[in-house]
């Protein structure tokens, strides 16, 4: 138990450090025109792939499982934009059927 | 803020789905119900929470579970400075805004690179009241929910995600750079630790910026 408390307070303090660097050093000043260029181009490069790794990692390895009917049925739903609460629910239980059944 | 608030909403079930799952996680390792409910409440942040507790739980140190969930976080130092430009006030209250930084609220800020803090913020708000109402509850029920993957709970967040993404996939060189994030990511994951994988996509960032 000691080793989870200990945990729990050096990831704070590391986590509280890492999200407060970028605020702190960049401070108020405007970025520099090819840093904005890069920005604008971090979220789909991150989104995408978090979408992949949290569909397709299963620790070290990759996998197709019950996510991945998920995933695809979330974009359907994407595809025919349907709101963002029934896009999540629509993704568990096509997962959850997938599970299920298999 | 009122705005972000309300851009957050849809954001509570799935936190507090996956906080839940966490909840249950660390109660079947045997942790005393409080240190998950204190750790959602003082480290929220899902994916490092994850990552460092499967450490502890396959017996590893607490050096090796902090790194784990350290390499997981790192994606907020090129969010954060992303995101800088946006929060107010001296070093202290900048810092202090910054622990607001989480994925969802990051995307949802986000216009062509000009983050809003309100947003940014507000949308915080409702995933924190989810993510540690979640612990709690599976903290405490523990094992008596059973498998939350059973719910299809963990298919939550890459919906959540996609639907950020796809509006970025009408414009040509997004696509390009989405695509390429994806790939590097996939090819990364047999190889390095978890998390590195999602902070190397950045470089398809870089690349897409270096070709303009």
């Known amino acids: ?102 | 803020m009122r705005a972000g608030i309300r851009a957050g909403l849809p954001l509570v079930l799935p936190t507090f789905a996956i906080g839940l799952s966490f909840g249950v996680l660390a109660v079947s390792l045997h942790w005393d119900p409080a240190a998950p409910i204190v750790m959602s409440l003082v480290v929220f942040s899902g994916s490092a929470q994850f990552a460092s507790t499967s450490v502890l739980g396959d017996g590893g140190t607490v050096l090796a579970a902090v790194l784990a969930a350290t390499l997981v976080n790192l994606r907020f130092l090129p969010m954060g400075i992303a995101a800088a430009p946006a929060f107010k006030g001296g070093p202290l209250r900048r810092a202090a805004e910054g622990q607001t930084l989480v994925d969802a609220s990051w995307a949802l800020a986000n216009d062509e690179g000009r983050f809003d803090r309100g947003i940014l913020i507000g949308a915080t708000l409702p995933q924190f009241v989810g993510w540690v109402g979640g612990t709690i509850v599976g903290a405490v029920a523990g094992s008596a929910i059973g498998d939350p993957k059973e719910l299809g709970l963990d298919a939550m967040f890459p919906a959540f995600f996609l639907v950020l993404l796809a509006p970025e996939l009408r414009n040509r060189r997004s696509l390009e750079v989405a695509i390429g994030g994806a790939a590097l990511a996939l090819a990364l994951v047999p190889i390095v630790p978890p998390g590195l994988p999602i902070v190397a996509a950045s470089a398809a960032a870089v690349m897409g910026a270096l070709r303009q």
């Open chain 1, 1 to 102: 138990m000691t080793a989870v408390w200990t945990t729990i307070g050096v990831l704070t303090l590391v986590s509280a450090t890492i999200k407060a660097t970028g605020p702190v050093l960049v401070g108020g000043r405007e970025l520099p025109r090819w840093a904005t260029r890069i920005i604008a181009l971090l979220a789909p490069a991150l989104l995408a792939a978090l979408v992949v790794v949290d569909t397709f990692a299963d620790g070290k390895s990759l996998v197709i499982d019950a996510r991945a009917a998920g995933l695809a049925a979330a974009a359907i739903a994407v595809a025919l934009r349907a709101p963002i609460i029934v896009v999540i629910l629509l993704a568990a239980a096509v997962t959850a059927l997938v599970r299920a059944v298999s």
